[in-house]
């Protein structure tokens, strides 16, 4: 548990930050949202920086040092950790896109190579090569793929550089830059129905590259191709095994080897090792986990990490067994190295753990106090209370302590994606297929899982409470098999329950929220093709569908509110439709993509619905459902859409940039 090193700055921000900002008012012609005269009827007070740490998304050592690459923080940045002094000795700033997925070390050790993650292609340069001989001197842009997002690099043992990963609705192609032409160049698309290429691997002959997605709807499945570069050809050695598995998560080449995981789903992940020689001579073990990557080998052994931890694998008996260690959770682990007996573990808590497997021991070490860079990162649900509010993160739950302004960053894997607060106690529903989660400040020192779910239904989009069933309720989408679930979740008694595709088997359930003890699931899809907007009432207790609507919507649910006998429903840039629960029929409906562009997030608080958007906090008139904008240009600094909430008194929290903010809205019309 850390306090945040600016404190003081925050307190001093609180102090001055209750300002009078404009409100919105002017009535909303039936197709298009209108800007408002300002009024001096809303505070806005600024709560500080939301999240602030070093997150990290991958980890490579060479040598005796550890390069690691930043995550969901402006700018992207790679880090060099000294392992005998454990300091951060150097670092090097890219300049453009999120997150740094991928590194990989050319064989003399002279050059790192780093890819770029971005929201959308910039037109610049996404892969980076940084001259580790005079690493005080920038990594400088070598090429662009553009296929927008690199989520793997391998070096062959000529130095020559291959890239994979993808762009949505195209599918990805083998890229490879030449370092003695400082080219980049495309070799072409081995699986025409892939979505995304997570794994690629290099010798003097082949480049091997795996394929498969688990992010996102409509994905493909696991797939390998050998691509031969002196023919320039490819050929499907995927192991029939693997086929029906998500993706192919990782490749190494060990000796005459190539090591091959897999993420799982219904099934668990797999590990094959696969003869050089004879692609077809192998064998598959399945592992414990739903996902196998981050290899290291030593001797027999291959260390690898998992969604709950470090495994070894022994060639000789197939034996897959945990790491045992000291060092507690890993949470989210994005690299796994071997060096003299001991495994170095890079972990998105923003640590580096070094496990000695023999003995059972570690020792970690937290990267900001080694000298990271700690800043703001882009943020994820947000809950608040009377005390507290908290802004989820990558791999960390910034608590907010709203009378002092303290804010100490609690360790919870993955993602919060949203959040609510009951009598005391949080809970969030956490990405990626690690279910619910809560944490009672007065008693715990860090979150705790509270509820587990099929693996498969991995990723929680919204959440609401049900006052009547006493009822935490949680809209999912299934990344892997499409649709989605309904999960439950009392409180009081501990139970819980997944009502698995409720909307049908391809929409996913969006956003969630409650009447009088129905629960309304809000339909999205993310496929380009198939049906959306559909609304599902749920009765949540008895785990059966009531009645339903299909909304006039041709992008998805984004956000759903209710109040009195109206649902709410907003799509995906700005389509607005409200329906009448009683009739069960649509009676208004109206474009509000001027202050609602892309995604969206609705809470019902002091007799009125509330919207927020990346740029907009507006909120809806409960008898004319005209929009008023509250907060104009707010902007948020979201990761994976905005979000809102209400404490018991009815003020709102939301982003502003980076900042986390309390809105104070009087309603004045």
């Keep these: 548990m850390q306090s945040s090193p600016s404190m003081e700055r925050r307190l001093l921000l609180k102090a001055a930050g209750a300002i009078g900002l404009a409100a919105a008012a002017a009535p909303l012609l039936p197709a298009q949202a209108q800007a408002a005269p300002a009024r001096p009827r809303t505070t806005v007070t600024d709560?500080?920086?939301?999240?602030?740490?070093?997150?990290?998304?991958?980890?490579?050592?060479?040598?005796?040092?550890?390069?690691?690459?930043?995550?969901?923080?402006?700018?992207?940045?790679?880090?060099?950790?000294?392992?005998?002094?454990?300091?951060?000795?150097?670092?090097?700033?890219?300049?453009?896109?999120?997150?740094?997925?991928?590194?990989?070390?050319?064989?003399?050790?002279?050059?790192?190579?780093?890819?770029?993650?971005?929201?959308?292609?910039?037109?610049?340069?996404?892969?980076f090569r940084w001259d580790l001989t005079t690493p005080d001197r920038p990594a400088v842009g070598v090429g662009r793929t553009e296929d927008r997002d690199i989520r793997e690099l391998?070096?062959?043992?000529?130095?020559t550089v291959y890239a994979v990963g993808g762009i949505p609705g195209k599918a990805p192609a083998l890229w490879m830059y030449d370092p003695a032409a400082g080219a980049m160049s495309r070799l072409g698309v081995p699986d025409a129905g892939a979505t995304l290429a997570r794994a690629v691997a290099a010798t003097d002959t082949t480049v091997f590259f795996g394929a498969g997605s688990t992010l996102g709807g409509g994905t493909s499945k696991a797939s390998l191709f050998a691509y031969d570069r002196a023919a320039g050809t490819f050929t499907d050695v995927t192991p029939p095994e693997m086929a029906a598995d998500p993706s192919v998560r990782e490749l190494a080449v060990d000796g005459d080897r190539l090591i091959v995981t897999s993420a799982g789903s219904t099934e668990p992940a797999k590990l094959a090792v696969m003869d050089l020689a004879?692609?077809?001579?192998?064998?598959?073990?399945?592992?414990?986990?739903?996902?196998?990557?981050?290899l290291a080998v030593h001797g027999d052994t291959i260390y690898f990490a998992g969604e709950s931890g470090l495994y070894s694998y022994a060639r000789s008996t197939h034996v897959v067994a945990p790491v045992e260690h000291d060092a507690g959770s890993l949470g989210e682990i994005w690299g796994v190295d071997h060096t003299d007996g001991t495994l170095v573990v890079t972990s998105g808590y923003g640590i580096v753990v070094e496990v000695d497997p023999s003995a059972g021991t570690s020792v970690v070490t937290e990267l900001g106090r080694a000298g990271a860079p700690v800043s703001p990162q882009t943020t994820m649900g947000v809950a608040a209370d009377r005390r507290y509010a908290y802004v989820g993160g990558n791999n960390v739950i910034a608590r907010h302590d709203l009378r002092t302004g303290e804010v100490?960053?609690?360790?919870?894997?993955?993602?919060?994606?949203?959040?609510?607060?009951?009598?005391?106690?949080?809970?969030?529903?956490?990405?990626?297929?690690?279910?619910?989660?809560?944490?009672?400040?007065?008693?715990?020192?860090?979150?705790?899982?509270?509820?587990?779910?099929?693996?498969?239904?991995?990723?929680?989009?919204?959440?609401?409470?049900?006052?009547?069933?006493?009822?935490?309720?949680?809209?999912?989408?299934?990344?892997?098999?499409?649709?989605?679930?309904?999960?439950?979740?009392?409180p009081r008694k501990g139970t819980k329950a997944a009502y698995v595709n409720p909307i049908d088997d391809v929409q996913l359930v969006r956003a969630v929220t409650t009447r009088n003890g129905v629960a309304y699931l809000g339909g999205d899809n993310g496929a380009a093709q198939g049906p959306r907007g559909?609304?599902?009432?749920?009765?949540?207790?008895?785990?059966?569908?009531?009645?339903?609507?299909?909304?006039?919507?041709?992008?998805?649910?984004?956000?759903?509110?209710?109040?009195?006998?109206?649902?709410?429903?907003?799509?995906?840039?700005?389509?607005?439709?409200?329906?009448?629960?009683?009739?069960?029929?649509?009676?208004?409906?109206?474009?509000?993509?001027?202050?609602?562009?892309g995604f969206a997030a609705m809470v019902t608080s002091r007799g009125a619905v509330?919207?927020?958007?990346?740029?907009?906090?507006?909120?809806?008139?409960?008898?004319?459902?005209?929009?008023?904008?509250?907060?104009?240009?707010?902007?948020?600094?979201?990761?994976?859409?905005?979000?809102?909430n209400?404490?018991?008194?009815?003020?709102?929290?939301?982003?502003?940039?980076?900042?986390?903010?309390?809105?104070?809205?009087?309603?004045a019309d």
């Design 278 to 294: 004879d692609l077809s001579s192998y064998t598959v073990t399945p592992t414990r986990g739903t996902v196998a990557k981050n």
């Design 408 to 490: 100490v960053n609690l360790r919870a894997p993955g993602e919060a994606k949203d959040a609510e607060v009951l009598n005391g106690v949080l809970y969030t529903g956490q990405y990626n297929a690690q279910g619910i989660w809560a944490h009672d400040p007065a008693e715990d020192e860090q979150p705790r899982q509270v509820a587990d779910f099929p693996s498969e239904q991995n990723r929680p989009l919204d959440t609401c409470y049900d006052p009547v069933n006493r009822l935490l309720l949680v809209a999912v989408q299934s990344d892997t098999e499409g649709g989605g679930s309904l999960w439950t979740y009392s």
């Design 534 to 597: 559909t609304v599902v009432a749920f009765d949540p207790a008895a785990g059966r569908e009531l009645w339903r609507v299909d909304l006039p919507m041709t992008t998805g649910v984004a956000a759903l509110a209710v109040l009195g006998r109206y649902l709410y429903a907003l799509a995906r840039k700005g389509g607005f439709v409200v329906v009448d629960l009683k009739a069960r029929r649509v009676v208004h409906t109206a474009d509000h993509r001027s202050v609602c562009p």
């Design 47 to 127: 709560l500080g920086v939301a999240i602030e740490q070093f997150a990290l998304m991958s980890g490579l050592l060479v040598g005796d040092t550890v390069y690691i690459g930043s995550r969901n923080m402006t700018p992207t940045r790679v880090i060099a950790f000294h392992l005998p002094t454990r300091k951060v000795v150097h670092r090097t700033e890219l300049g453009t896109g999120h997150s740094v997925q991928a590194l990989a070390a050319d064989p003399t050790g002279r050059y790192l190579y780093a890819g770029i993650l971005t929201k959308g292609d910039e037109g610049r340069p996404n892969l």
């Design 646 to 667: 209400a404490d018991s008194r009815g003020r709102l929290y939301t982003m502003r940039g980076d900042h986390l903010v309390r809105v104070d809205d009087r309603q």
């Design 154 to 159: 391998a070096v062959a043992p000529d130095g």
């Design 610 to 644: 509330y919207g927020v958007s990346d740029t907009t906090l507006f909120r809806f008139h409960p008898e004319t459902f005209a929009v008023r904008t509250v907060v104009a240009g707010i902007d948020g600094a979201w990761y994976s859409g905005p979000h809102v």
